[in-house]
């Protein structure tokens, strides 16, 4: 969805600011703005979903959707710790912001990916329905 493709340039910059300028709430900024404009269409999301569904199966669908955010986190947290390859023991004497470049380009390839396939899954899809729904169902 668009947001979301709006929300990667706040992602790269997350980690990419601190390269130039030094400073947290900079940081903060980037993060809350890439969080409010990923988020902005997920209520959108949902009613889609809810509208393309059976009643009796929306609970199924809510939760599945639920799951598959979840499971998202769990193997992206995993897989942004393998790109960034910083030992434990290397964390207590700092670590550099380049470290973690590979793994914020990952995601924000995997932002943009995403939202094109959603585009590309369900473009047209409002001018279906009102078609369906125009065309008169003839009885065989």
Do not use: C
């Amino acid at each position: 969805m668009v947001t979301q493709i709006v929300s990667v340039p706040f992602l790269v910059l997350m980690v990419a600011a601190p390269m130039v300028v030094t400073g947290l709430p900079l940081v903060v900024a980037f993060f809350l703005l890439r969080d409010a404009f990923y988020s902005l269409s997920m209520p959108i999301r949902n009613q889609i979903s809810m509208e393309l569904t059976v009643a009796k199966e929306r609970g199924t669908t809510a939760g599945m959707t639920h799951m598959a955010f979840d499971l998202g986190g769990a193997f992206g947290a995993g897989i942004a710790g393998v790109l960034i390859g910083v030992e434990a023991a290397k964390v207590d004497i700092g670590v550099d912001v380049a470290e973690f470049l590979p793994a914020f380009v990952v995601a924000a390839a995997l932002v943009v990916i995403a939202a094109a396939m959603y585009h590309v899954f369900f473009q047209g899809w409002e001018s279906r329905l009102r078609r369906a729904a125009a065309t008169p169902e003839t009885a065989d």
